[in-house]
């Protein structure tokens, strides 16, 4: 047995030295998965940067202002300035107007376009370049999947605007991001008994259905409470989503059987639609002994405007309307209204609460992190912004709370009062579990930091 | 038997639109030899003259309505517009609900004032560069009026109704002799197509039965020749641009209560509209007219719930398929002449 002795030289010092250095490192490096540090865009500064990711052009445009608005409306509350809206009324008190963990909230925006690729870009480049934390907008399904899926790889918190499509909380969920909005189920849902009581358990309905995922699942949830309910569904028939002039598919609806036509559409396909099936007569046909009737899942106000008088007694959902009269949605409508000089839309109403949920789970969690954020947002139960109490469900990150059927108004005194409230669903009614078919497929995983 | 009847009348009444955008695209083409992609803007234009003639008949002053409050809960602002304080409500009122018959008046000197302007201005400059120059430059334009429109009106579709009158449906089938309530079909629609009828027959008759009609046509066969004669056939062009502008503004004015204006309607006509004109053949009033018509009603029949069953997404590509056979076969197109678009 013989040692052989090798002499240190330059070589093997530098080999030990990193060697060293790396045995060193270790504990920070398993330490850093921990939420307390090490996350992607952690702010170092006195401020911090989200990013309002909402279509300044396309056919959403004047939703995605009305979304801008709002943001710009809550960055001014949680900085302290303004009357406070709704920080005054929500039921965690964690926020203190002084940004978010004492940093003053800064934002960049971007264009969707209202489509994904767009969309993905600017979410991209506000993350990269700006150093966004959290990505919240978006006025399409399409687009709030494909950001949702991007923030999740990216490694920062996605707070969705306006979607309404069964998938963003169910096959396309992810851990990174939640929906404050509703969707097709609970539209499904809340609908049917209103429809039940209006216009009786044997109906005949026709779809039109918009000819996309929002669309599908839309239909898909109508159909299946309205059948519930004992009605037939006749058929379901496809529009293409650029189609603007919808004659073409209201006649066949004239000479089949049905009596009920139900417009699963929305935007400038629901404004168009729905002006083409009144001007068709629709509404002042008798069939099978009952009046025609016709019927738009989703309404938007600023939907409702386009299509002017032809709203006038048609039934829909909606996730909230400035004509409520709990003290979160007065806080919000009046601070909106003085700020704006109309009442806020839904789309607005959605995203200035989700960037309030956002500052306030990072206040809780005491960080930016995330995974903080995660945790602090899953389960987590809050009243105050306007739809009664609400849950932020942890197995698919999909706020349960009360949904307004809404009818278009007989005799409107303004532009903005187009739709009353004919009911609010309690959460109860419109709340299904995880694994309900309708949502099947897709996993949650788990939450990335991007570090 | 009425299904098929119905959707010839759809297919008329879409046609329509396409066929009067087609016309003046055919104009342009044969005069000028521009292919000009903003003339989907200026059949968005038409329809925002239709919009502006209605809010400025709106004008209104306001008066505090103490009896009733607000969304904020102040008292109620009350808008009157002025023309029926002059007029009286009920004169007042007909006045506002004529405002898209009567803005085919306003939209005339408007559009040929735009159509001026955007030949003199700015197309001009691009008569003798390639088709993809005027291509692009005309697209930049078409995106530029049509984000005024936006910046001036919002993004939101704008109702702007027929006159009270025309609203609402009546039984045709009743009047041809079927089974009452088979056939329904909004009286506006065919305020429209018979409207298209019109201003097509007035174009043809234009170009057919005056001398400036039979110098443009002379200009259009031989362009060079005309000119020869000591004819300024180039100020004529320039008045045949200012009149397609007219035509696809009054296509536009007429079609805001069909469907409610929004500021990328001409985009949605636009390719269409092309499409139209290369099935009817490059530089062929009568072929864009007819090609116009037969598309609109194929894209109806397309688009029946039988149909789509049975090939589905039909309804989304029939017309491209129809263009795509149309050119295998005969590139000059259906009406089209000799030469062009064959190599």
Known sequence: ?451 | MDAILLQILNGLDKGSAYALIALGLTLIFGTLGVVNFAHGALFMIGAFCAVTLNRLLSVSFTTIDDTRTDFLGNPLKVETPYVEAWFGPEMGGAIIDWSVPLAILFSIPIMALVGLFMERGLIKYFYKRPHADQILVTFGLAIVLQEIIKYFYGANPIPTPAPEVFAGSFDFGALIGMDPNIIIYPYWRIVYFLFATVIIGGVFAFLQFTTFGMVVRAGMADRQTVGLLGIDIDRRFTVMFALAAIVAGLAGVMYAPINSPNYHMGMDFLVLSFVVVVVGGMGSLPGAVAAGFLLGILESFASMAQVVALLPGINQIIIYLVAIVILLTRPRGLLGRKGVMES
């Open chain 1, 1 to 451: 047995m013989s040692l052989i002795y090798k002499p240190l030289n330059r070589r093997s010092i530098l080999r030990a030295g990193a060697l060293g250095g790396t045995a060193l490192a270790m504990p920070t490096v398993f330490t850093s998965r921990a939420w307390s540090q090490g996350y992607l865009n952690e702010p170092t500064g006195s401020t911090v940067t989200l990013g309002f990711n909402v279509p300044q052009t396309g056919p959403y445009a004047e939703e995605g202002a009305d979304e801008l608005r709002a943001y710009e409306l809550a960055v001014e509350h949680l900085n302290g300035e303004g009357d406070g809206g709704m920080m005054g009324t929500f039921s965690s008190k964690a926020l203190k107007g002084n940004g978010i963990l004492g940093k003053k909230v800064e934002y960049v925006t971007g264009d969707t376009q209202t489509k994904s690729d767009a969309a993905r870009a600017s979410a991209k480049s506000m993350i990269e370049k700006d150093g966004a934390i959290m990505i919240t907008g978006g006025s399409s399904s399409g687009v709030a999947v494909a950001v949702q899926a991007l923030c999740q790889e990216a490694g920062v918190i996605f707070m969705a605007g306006l979607t309404h499509s069964n998938d963003t909380t169910g096959k396309d969920k992810r851990a990174n991001g939640f929906r404050h909005f509703f969707n097709s189920y609970m539209s499904g849902a809340a609908l049917a008994p209103v429809l039940k009581n209006a216009y009786g358990d044997d109906r005949k309905a026709y779809h039109l259905t918009a000819d996309y995922n929002w669309g599908y699942t839309t239909e898909q949830a109508v159909k299946e409470s309205t059948e519930a309910l004992g009605w037939e569904t006749v058929e379901t028939v496809k529009t293409p989503l650029a189609a603007t002039d919808f004659s073409a598919y209201i006649t066949p609806v004239l000479q089949s059987d049905a009596d009920v036509l139900v417009l699963n559409h929305y935007g400038g396909n629901m404004v168009n639609s729905l002006t083409n099936a009144v001007q068709f007569g629709l509404r002042d046909k008798v069939v099978n002994g009952k009046n025609f009737e016709i019927i738009v899942p989703l309404y938007s106000r600023l939907m409702a405007k386009g299509a002017g008088a032809n709203v006038k007694g048609i039934f829909g959902s909606t996730n909230w309307h400035w004509s409520l009269q709990d003290e979160g949605s007065k806080a919000f409508v009046k601070s909106f209204g003085q700020k704006y000089g109309f009442p806020p839309s839904q789309a607005a109403h959605t995203t200035y609460v989700q960037a309030l949920l956002y500052a306030d789970a990072c206040e809780r969690a005491g960080t930016f992190n995330p995974c903080g954020v995660v945790e602090a947002l899953e389960g987590f139960e809050f009243d105050g912004l306007g739809n009664g109490k609400t849950l932020y469900r942890a197995e698919d990150h999909q706020c349960f709370k009360d949904v307004l059927v809404v009818k278009g108004k007989e005799n409107p005194t303004s532009d903005f009062d187009l739709l009353e409230i004919v009911e609010v669903t309690p959460a109860s009614q419109v709340t299904y579990a995880p694994d309900h078919p309708q949502f099947a497929g897709g996993a949650l995983g788990t939450c990335n930091p991007g570090a």
